[in-house]
């Protein structure tokens, strides 16, 4: 019987194929030979858009989301494909910061259901699938494509964009991409198009020459984004509006004073030199992107494309934030910002997967807070009392609890006004927490 309801349709997408996001490597195809598959039947709607490719171990859906706000403040009808999704699963698939509606998704399943039974494809090569049939149909001016696992064989990997972004590159998913940066980087590297331009947010020596490598290669121009731009943040976020006054230099001399971004996270840092440069890029290929809609699309990413979880904040008295950082150079930021913010003591709501290297990730925790041992409602979360039992070995003390919502609860219970409570370790925890939907 074919899907008829949102549900029905969710379930199908979920069960029948492998999702890499709920049970790790089990979902994961090296190889583009599906996904090219799925577009041949379709008529190649990648060829239907123009866009920008994004990879990288950190900061990629920040930068993806950072480029769509800007592209959409500059007037253009902008698509924009990240993953995973926290809540809905539409939320990975939008136009202009409009998610794809639910009867959209059950039309094209139930319309493509015939071929997936033939091509048998991966439930990420069937969200590719979807995506660029959707911005095709849409008419989109420019899509903003987040890759979702390394990059050469990432489903994404089949579009021609007009230029690729390469953010951070550090350890995750080793097991899938190798146990090195040079050869992680080699994987992340597979985007680069020949005589597509690539733009590198920082210049990492330990990788730099594999992207160089790549580069000369394909006979694409390449920019390492940080020789051009710098940013930092002159001062900490409004915890009312959730904005950071930022300073901004374009080759040592001063660039958009006075602007402002709207996602607190010290790692934007990073993030920003690679969005500017890209932006730089686009206007080279004839996009008008003034530096309004610059400021624009920096100040008010969230309402513009729905971003959360990065640095954000549910809640005061005490503070409560969530951050998806998961491995170990995301989290060493985020905690480097979390002890930065006054308070008497710390409470961390903390869950992660079973595919990561947990006693590396427990190290980066502070010891004198408070722990709240949880586990996400995925197959490929560790179990909270073996993630509380790793934790009291690491010397962090706190106890397991049955679900996020618990842990949540109880960490609020006790932690007092002047008292900071944090919530992350993984995507799917912070997924979990009702408050990061509707803060009111």
């Known amino acids: 019987m074919l899907p008829v309801t949102y549900a029905e349709t969710l379930s199908y997408l979920y069960e029948q194929l492998p999702m890499f996001q709920r049970v790790g490597a089990a979902g994961f195809k090296k190889g583009l030979g599906n996904t090219i598959a799925l577009a041949e039947a379709q008529g190649h709607p990648e060829h239907g858009f123009r866009s920008v490719h994004v990879a990288g171990t950190n900061g990629k859906g920040s930068s993806s989301h950072l480029l769509a706000a800007v592209l959409q403040a500059a007037g253009y009808k902008v698509g924009l494909y990240t993953s995973p999704h926290l809540r809905e699963f539409t939320e990975r698939i939008r136009v202009n910061g409009r998610e794809l509606s639910q009867e959209y998704l059950v039309q094209w399943v139930t319309k493509w259901r015939p071929l997936f039974e033939q091509v048998q494809p991966s439930f990420f090569e069937m969200c590719v699938a979807l995506a660029f049939s959707y911005f095709a149909e849409q008419r989109v001016d420019v899509a903003v494509v987040e890759v979702g696992l390394g990059g050469r064989f990432d489903s994404t990997n089949i579009i021609t964009p007009l230029v690729s972004l390469?953010?951070?590159?550090?350890?995750?998913?080793?097991?899938?991409?190798?146990?090195?940066?040079?050869?992680?980087?080699?994987?992340?590297?597979?985007?680069?198009?020949?005589?597509?331009?690539?733009?590198?947010?920082?210049?990492?020596?330990?990788?730099?020459?594999?992207?160089?490598?790549?580069?000369?290669?394909?006979?694409?121009?390449?920019?390492?984004?940080?020789?051009?731009?710098?940013?930092?943040?002159?001062?900490?976020?409004?915890?009312?509006?959730?904005?950071?006054?930022?300073?901004?230099?374009?080759?040592?001399?001063?660039y958009l004073p006075n602007a402002e971004l709207g996602l607190p996270g010290d790692y934007q840092q990073l993030n920003l030199p690679g969005v500017l440069a890209t932006l730089d890029e686009l206007r080279a290929q004839g996009f008008r992107i003034t530096e309004a809609a610059v400021r624009a699309g920096l100040r008010q990413v969230t309402q513009l494309t729905g971003l959360r979880g990065r640095w954000s904040v549910i809640g005061r008295r005490p503070l409560v934030v969530c951050d998806t950082g998961h491995n170990e150079a995301g989290l060493r930021m985020v905690m480097n910002q979390l002890q930065r913010v006054p308070h008497q003591c710390l409470h961390l709501v903390i869950g992660t997967v079973n595919d990561k290297d947990v006693p590396a990730v427990l190290t980066l925790l502070p010891a004198e807070a408070n722990f709240y041992f949880c586990a996400a409602a995925i197959p490929r979360a560790l179990p909270a009392s073996e993630l509380a039992e790793q934790g009291r070995k690491a010397g962090l003390r706190g106890q397991a609890y049955e679900s996020v919502t618990a842990a949540v609860a109880a960490a609020r219970a006790a932690a007092g006004p002047h008292d900071v409570v944090f919530i992350g370790g993984s995507t799917f925890v912070v997924a979990e927490v009702a408050e990061l939907y509707d803060p009111g």
Not at 182 to 200: D, M, N, Q, R, S
Not at 240 to 245: S, V, W
Request: charged share 20%.
């Open 166 to 254: 390469i953010t951070n590159i550090s350890y995750d998913h080793q097991a899938l991409l190798g146990n090195t940066l040079p050869e992680i980087a080699g994987e992340k590297a597979g985007i680069i198009k020949p005589g597509v331009p690539v733009v590198i947010s920082q210049m990492q020596p330990e990788v730099a020459e594999v992207f160089r490598s790549e580069a000369a290669a394909k006979l694409a121009h390449l920019v390492f984004a940080d020789e051009i731009y710098q940013a930092s943040f002159t001062a900490e976020g409004d915890p009312e509006t959730g904005l950071r006054p930022l300073a901004l230099r374009q080759h040592g001399r001063l």
